[in-house]
Nanobody
Framework: QVQLVESGGGLVQAGGSLRLSCAASGRTFSSGNMGWFRQAPGKEREFVAAIRWSTGTTYYANSIKGRFAISRDNAKNTGYLHMNSLKPEDTAVYYC?????????????????WGQGTQVTVSS
């Protein structure tokens, strides 16, 4: 089992920045990936970004490319989502997830473990 705990969400004005953290514990996933997803009210959970844990290779959704960056600290077993130039449409609950498979995936069904989510609200 992998336990994931997100933190760092909050209320920010449009144009501002936030950094989300995802602390992982339990079994290792060194050959897998960590992803970030978000879900706005009344909408499907959508892919934001993913990172291959071993190599740091990244993969982004087009909607956030150039504004968000995913990273990880192997020593702390923690992943991060750096969000800049935030827009009101970025308002959502943000989830981190772990996929034990090697292949970077944007499909939420590929992910094996999920955190509880952290709310991000961007005011206009």
């Amino acid at each position: 089992q992998v336990q994931l705990v997100e933190s760092g969400g909050g209320l920010v004005q449009a144009g501002g920045s936030l950094r989300l953290s995802c602390a992982a514990s339990g079994r290792t996933f060194s050959s897998g990936n960590m992803g970030w997803f978000r879900q706005a009210p009344g909408k499907e959970r959508e892919f934001v970004a993913a990172i291959r844990w071993s190599t740091g290779t990244t993969y982004y959704a087009n909607s956030i490319k150039g504004r968000f960056a995913i990273s990880r600290d192997n020593a702390k077993n923690t992943g991060y989502l750096h969000m800049n130039s935030l827009k009101p449409e970025d308002t959502a609950v943000y989830y981190c997830a772990v996929d034990l498979d090697w292949i970077l995936a944007r499909n939420k069904d590929e992910y094996d473990y999920w955190g509880q989510g952290t709310q991000v609200t961007v005011s206009s």
